[in-house]
């Protein structure tokens, strides 16, 4: 079968299409027929192995996994033994962030990862673009406790995990404002945003509106910085460490103080992310906001094109016709 294969860390250089064996399925796993996976992110910080903190789930010195790809949409071929509630010629989708080698014709995946049914009326894009942003920005979403009519900003509002995001607090009848480039604050408006804030001519900081939360979605902000947005309890989440790491000692520190807090998301449960956002593809409350799609054979391309951090939502690479 043909893969996007690499033998160690490095930049989208790395990456060859070579033709590889096919995997045997194992007796609790899938095989899928990838149709479709994205690039996005947690790939890149897969293919370069930074932050090294990364290395501990995929290889310390060189990939575990010679074939990137974290998620994927396609059709089940063939089932092993030991499974039970698939069945060949499902239509499936999955996401996994130390990775499912998914970037390759075929994958074998085990039925204890976060894999989905794709629901009727959902493409094999939209089940695959609705996986890792989503999966983070749920993340998010459980660190708090949600209530109607709460107001919220989010900063990076037309990134994988910000579009996500947005979509999710107005399903949970948020107030949303959320911040992006001139060129695409229209998308912010089309995803849910009650009010949007162009990044490039506003400094989001000094916004005269009060929050119940503030999510940093692109992590370019302090708690420091955003505290005069939030309420007197108001929580600040971003999807970055901070300067010196601070925001996870943040979290630790402002837990035991009175008033307006941090919250860092350790991103976890990734099948009951997939379990909500399938149920909310299903009946209409959730649309990816996708941004273009790459051939297999320009994987470098796709690559390099998500490492600019200008994609807006989900970048697709097609694995092959359907
Ligand atoms: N914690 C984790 O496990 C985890 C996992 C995945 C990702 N992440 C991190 O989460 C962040 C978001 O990932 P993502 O995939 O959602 O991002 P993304 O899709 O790459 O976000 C890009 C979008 O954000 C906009 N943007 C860039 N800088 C901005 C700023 N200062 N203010 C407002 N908008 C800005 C960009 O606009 P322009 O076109 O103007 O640049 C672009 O539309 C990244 O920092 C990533 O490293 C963390």
């Given at each position: 079968?043909k ?8 930049l ?16 609790e ?6 149709f ?5 992110r ?8 930074k ?7 995929t ?8 074939i990137p790809g974290t ?7 063939e089932?092993g033994?030991?499974v ?7 239509r499936v989708?999955?996401f996994d ?5 998914s ?5 074998s995946?085990?039925v ?10 959902i493409?094999?894009?939209q089940?695959?673009a609705?996986?890792e942003?989503?999966h ?8 708090v ?17 910000g ?7 107005k399903?949970y009848?948020?107030k949303?404002?959320?911040?992006g480039p ?11 945003a ?7 001519k506003e400094?989001?900081?000094?916004d005269?509106?009060?929050f ?6 692109v992590g370019?902000?302090?708690f420091?910085d955003?505290?005069?947005?939030l ?5 600040y989440?971003s ?14 520190s ?5 008033g ?8 976890q449960?990734t099948?009951a992310?997939l ?12 649309r990816?906001?996708?941004?273009r799609?790459?051939e ?18 989900n ?6 016709d359907?």
């Amino acid at each position: 079968m043909k893969a996007a294969v690499r033998s160690r860390y490095g930049l989208p250089e790395v990456l060859n299409i070579e033709e590889t064996e096919r995997p045997v399925v194992g007796d609790e796993e899938i095989l899928v027929k990838v149709f479709v996976t994205t690039v996005n992110r947690t790939d890149c910080a897969n293919l370069t192995g930074k932050p090294y903190v990364v290395r501990i789930f995929t290889g310390l010195t060189a990939p575990l996994n010679a074939i990137p790809g974290t998620d994927f949409a396609g059709e089940v071929i063939e089932i092993g033994k030991q499974v039970s509630g698939f069945k060949p010629g499902d239509r499936v989708f999955g996401f996994d962030d130390s990775g499912l080698s998914s970037m390759a014709e075929f994958t074998s995946v085990s039925v204890k990862k976060a894999i989905r049914l794709i629901p009727d009326g959902i493409s094999f894009e939209q089940a695959v673009a609705s996986a890792e942003g989503a999966h983070y920005a749920i993340n998010f979403i459980n660190k708090v406790k949600l209530h109607k009519g709460e107001r919220a900003l989010v900063n990076g509002g037309t990134g994988a995990i910000g579009s996500a995001l947005i979509q999710l607090l107005k399903y949970y009848g948020l107030k949303v404002v959320a911040t992006g480039p001139t060129e695409h604050l229209d998308k912010l408006t089309e995803i849910g945003a009650d009010r949007n804030i162009n990044y490039q001519k506003e400094d989001f900081t000094k916004d005269q509106g009060k929050f119940d939360y503030v999510f940093d979605s692109v992590g370019k902000s302090t708690f420091g910085d955003c505290k005069s947005l939030l309420v007197e309890d108001g929580i600040y989440i971003s999807s970055e460490l901070g300067p010196y790491s601070q925001n996870p000692f943040l979290a630790i520190s402002t837990t035991f103080s009175e008033g307006k807090k941090v919250r860092f998301p350790l991103p976890q449960n990734t099948p009951a992310s997939l379990e909500l956002i399938s149920r909310l593809l299903e009946n209409g409350h959730f649309r990816p906001l996708i941004d273009r799609s790459f051939e297999m054979e320009d994987v470098r391309h796709a690559f390099s094109y998500v490492m600019t951090g200008q994609k807006i939502g989900n970048v697709l690479l097609k694995i092959r016709d359907k």
